[in-house]
């Protein structure tokens, strides 16, 4: 069974500040682990994803998230925060084991970035 | 390329009503998903296909049905709306998701909802 945890709600952080938002998983085999995000009336962007390599994971708009597999925790971070970068944020994850004859990835509820000017 | 479409953007049922919304994708990916979005409740997979002319349940399949005629459409019915189907619905798309390295998915712009 595969499960996703976004621990926070909401997440402010100031305009140039640096910020992380948390999640955590549960697989049982290897984790493919992505990060979406969703600005208001929009669907769902991807970020970036985490499959093997590197735990530091680059991707859009200036985001990185860091695997940590003791942890098992995926967490996204910017060094600098916009105002722009305000928006709702979405963990996935994905088991490498396939299960039910199809693999289908696990999203969390999300968490919503605010920045502040 | 157009991406994932979603039809119609908003509607409003009354309680008992049917509908159907409809998602295109021109990506010519194998798999495709139906979620509900509410307040608090993060994404909620309905249901989803593996191919063209397969359907499988998820989280949250009673009081929907789906149908995968044609590979680039996935088609979501309600066959008598309830109020508990208010939501923003979103169709999304990925290559066949044996091969990790391509599996991303492409979501739409959603279908708002609203049933009285």
């Known amino acids: 069974a595969q499960s996703v945890a976004q621990p926070e709600d909401q997440v402010n952080v100031a305009e140039g500040n640096p910020l992380t938002v948390k999640c955590t998983y549960s697989?049982?085999?290897?984790?493919?682990l992505f990060w979406y995000v969703q600005y208001p009336n929009r669907g769902l962007q991807f970020l970036l994803k985490?499959?093997?390599?590197?735990?530091l994971v680059k991707g859009s708009y200036g985001f990185e998230a860091e695997f940590n597999k003791s942890q098992t925790s995926f967490h996204l971070k910017k060094p600098s925060a916009l105002v722009s970068d305000s928006a709702l944020y979405f963990c996935?994850?994905?088991?490498?084991?396939?299960?039910?004859?199809?693999?289908?990835?696990?999203f969390g509820r999300g968490t919503s970035l605010i920045v502040h000017p | 390329n157009a991406g994932v479409t979603q039809t119609p953007k908003f509607r409003v049922l009354k309680t008992g009503q049917s509908m159907t919304l409809l998602c295109a994708q021109d990506?010519?990916?194998?798999?495709m998903y139906w979620y509900r979005q509410d307040p608090g409740m993060g994404l909620r997979l309905i249901h989803y296909?593996?191919?063209?002319?397969?359907?499988a349940k998820g989280e949250v399949p009673d009081g929907y049905n789906v149908s995968r005629l044609k590979k680039q459409n996935f088609l979501l019915g309600l066959e008598s709306a309830a109020p508990s189907q208010t939501s923003v619905y979103f169709c999304?798309?990925?290559?066949?998701?044996?091969?990790?390295?391509?599996?991303?998915?492409?979501f739409g712009p959603g279908t708002r909802l609203l049933v009285l």
């Open positions: 296909s593996v191919g063209e002319g397969t359907t």
């Open positions: 990506m010519n990916h194998e798999y």
């Open positions: 985490y499959i093997t390599g590197d735990n």
């Open positions: 999304a798309s990925s290559y066949s998701s044996l091969a990790a390295i391509r599996d991303t998915q492409y």
């Open positions: 697989v049982s085999g290897n984790p493919y």
């Open positions: 996935a994850v994905r088991d490498n084991i396939l299960s039910g004859g199809s693999y289908i990835p696990t």
